[in-house]
């Protein structure tokens, strides 16, 4: 970056990509990608690799991107400007939604169109979950770790955190150990729970 | 004073959240619900449904949205004033991206390092089943709630969400529309509206 952005713009920018994604993160992914490299702030080829860390990092893919971005135009105050931007549009939407929705929750005709609303937000929360199911789990146990984590959060009511918490431990061993137990210089195959 | 705690009680469920939420929107559904539906009693079943369906209608990513929102419902629920509901939701969203923030710039900083580490990989390739779970689970307990009772569980359908039998029809004709039909979550959601007005 020869020449400096300023933190505004960098606002500006982030507030049109975050007032403009409706239905979340993979919506934002491609007109992230038309705003970053019509202004040359990240090259075509860099965006799989950011997003792709954006996911894997803890919180929102969105807004990881957006503190990636920043932080490679203006440092920490530019993660801040783009963190900010993105969200605020969204933020003022649901507060706006937040007030209006309370004092209009007991008319009949809303009422009556949420009755029909809720089973279909269920099966739209599911959906996602089939098509992660069909990308992340690779093996027997994969698929045993996601119905294992499924009985005890919604059955026994474990929180989701613990669990997360032992399949990191969990996760971290078994790579740890396939990773060592290989022959040193053979290092280039890789295939991590992908066998 | 009850206030103050509250709104700090707020920030750190809300902080935990964004810290153990990998995998992202629907991920962190399940963990907001598990946090203000069953460990916090601050919003009912129905209520965090009806969040999420607005949540995805509205622009921007779903996690952050219904995190303001909540926030939003929390403060003003115990209290009342608009005003504390609108520090509610600011409390909420700003403790949610707290720490994507750090771990983002300590990530931005080894970045190549992260990128090429076969053990970050192989840890990520563990978690992301142990989330489908946690996400399938999330939708579980938006239509059934298990109970215990030293070891014998009871088992009651959420009645606010299905009332009836047209609600199971709803879900699965959503069900087939979305997965096999890949239509757009903001229509299927606004023909549930529709037909909720038509049905009921």
């Known amino acids: ?31 992230i990608q038309a705003e970053m490299s019509r202004r040359g702030w990240i090259a075509d080829e860099d965006l799989p690799d950011i997003v792709a860390l954006s996911q894997s990092a803890p919180g929102v893919m969105a807004v990881n991107i957006s503190i990636f971005a920043g932080h490679k135009l203006r440092g920490v105050k530019g993660s801040i400007a783009a963190t900010l931007g993105s969200i605020l549009p969204s933020f003022l939407i649901i507060l706006a939604i937040a007030m209006f929705f309370t004092a209009f929750k007991d008319n009949p005709w809303v009422e009556r169109a949420f009755k029909g609303i809720r089973p279909v937000v269920i099966s739209l929360i599911a959906v996602p979950m089939v098509k992660m199911a069909q990308k992340s789990c690779k093996n027997v146990w994969h698929w045993a770790l996601a119905i294992v984590s499924l009985v005890l959060v919604s059955f026994l009511n474990v929180s989701p955190i613990y669990i997360i918490l032992c399949v990191l431990v969990l996760g971290f061993s078994v790579s740890y150990y396939r990773i060592n137990k290989e022959i040193p210089g053979q290092a280039g195959n890789d295939g991590e729970g992908g066998r | 004073m009850t206030t103050l705690y509250l709104i700090l009680q707020l920030a750190w469920t809300f902080f935990v959240i964004g810290a ?6 629907y991920a962190m559904l399940s963990l907001i619900q598990n946090q203000v539906v069953v460990e916090h009693p601050w919003i009912s079943e129905s209520a965090f449904t009806d969040i999420v369906a607005i949540s995805q209608m509205t622009p921007g990513p779903i996690g952050i949205n219904s995190a303001t929102y909540v926030g939003y419902e929390v403060l003003f629920n115990a209290t009342g004033s608009q005003f504390l509901g609108v520090c509610g939701s600011l409390t909420a969203t700003l403790a949610l991206i707290l720490p994507s923030f750090l771990i983002m710039l300590l990530i931005v900083r080894f970045y190549l390092k992260f990128k090429s580490s076969r053990l970050y990989a192989g840890t990520m390739s563990w978690l992301k089943p142990s989330v489908v779970g946690l996400i399938g689970a999330a939708a579980i307990i938006l239509i059934i709630k298990t109970t215990w009772t030293g070891f014998t569980p009871s088992v009651q359908v959420v009645s606010e969400n299905f009332p009836d039998w047209k609600s199971w029809l709803l879900l699965a004709s959503a069900f087939i529309a979305s997965y096999w039909g890949k239509v757009n979550p903001i229509y299927v959601i606004l023909a549930g509206a529709v037909l909720g007005i038509i049905l009921y």
């Open chain 1, 1 to 31: 970056m020869e020449k400096r952005v300023s933190l505004w713009e960098i606002f500006l920018v982030f507030a049109k990509i975050g007032a403009f994604t409706i239905g979340g993160g993979y919506a934002m992914i491609p007109l």
């Open chain 2, 20 to 25: 153990f939420t990998i995998g992202g929107g």
